[in-house]
Each structure stands twice: as structure tokens, then as C-alpha cells.
């Protein structure tokens, strides 16, 4: 038995849920690095059920802190989207004041013939 055949059924043999077979055993008994595997494992397993159990307690004004960043990221956040929809506005207004410069242009040059065509 080879310690890469045993890499991924050593985290599940550290938590219980899978018992390693005979042969497998055997290597880990004799095999100092995979010992070291499942010992981390194991101790990592011992780390994450204490951080489940540990209650942190914020330093006194941290979350007034973090709640005046929160509310002046908003802030921002509706400003550049007022913003943004102001150069929406903008560029809808150039747009239809182009197009009606356009549509006048071509009025006059319209009236414009035909006064030259009624003349001549």
C-alpha cells in the first residue's frame, strides 16, 4: 500500500466516517507520514468544533463603525446611480434634440424646393 492511496480516506477516517480496512490500517501504523496526516486532520477536526462553540465579542464601537461604512457605502452607491441615470437623461436629450434638428432641416429643405419649383 502506497501513502497516495490512502490521501483521501484519511480526513474521512479522522472524523469517523469512514473506518479504514485492514491493509490500510496496517500502513498508517507503520507509516510516519500518514501518522502526521491524520494527526492534522484530526487536530484541524478539534480546531473547527472549538471555533463552533466560541462566541466572539466585538471591541466596544466596531459596529457603530462598521454600520456608518455600510450606510456611507450606500450613499454612494445612490449617488452614482442618480448620476449614472442622469447621463441616461443626458444623452436621450441630445439624441431627440438631434433628431429634431434633423427632422427640421429637412422641413425647410422641403419648402424650400418646392417654393423654388412654384417660382421657376
Known sequence: ???EQLTG?????????????????AHV?????C??????????????RALRTEVLV????????ILLHLEQAGERRAIRSILTGRRVAYLGGI??????????????????RRRMSLAG
Open 1 to 3: 500500500m502506497r501513502c
Open 9 to 25: 480516506s484519511l480526513s474521512d477516517a479522522a472524523d469517523g466516517s469512514v473506518l479504514l480496512d485492514g491493509p490500510s490500517r
Open 29 to 33: 501504523e507503520h507509516c510516519l507520514r
Open 35 to 48: 501518522q502526521a496526516e491524520l494527526a492534522q486532520y484530526r487536530k484541524l477536526l478539534r480546531a473547527l
Open 58 to 65: 466585538p471591541a466596544p464601537g466596531l459596529l457603530p463603525e
Open 95 to 112: 439624441a431627440a434634440a438631434t433628431a429634431a434638428g434633423a427632422a427640421g432641416a429637412i422641413v425647410l429643405a422641403s419648402r424650400s
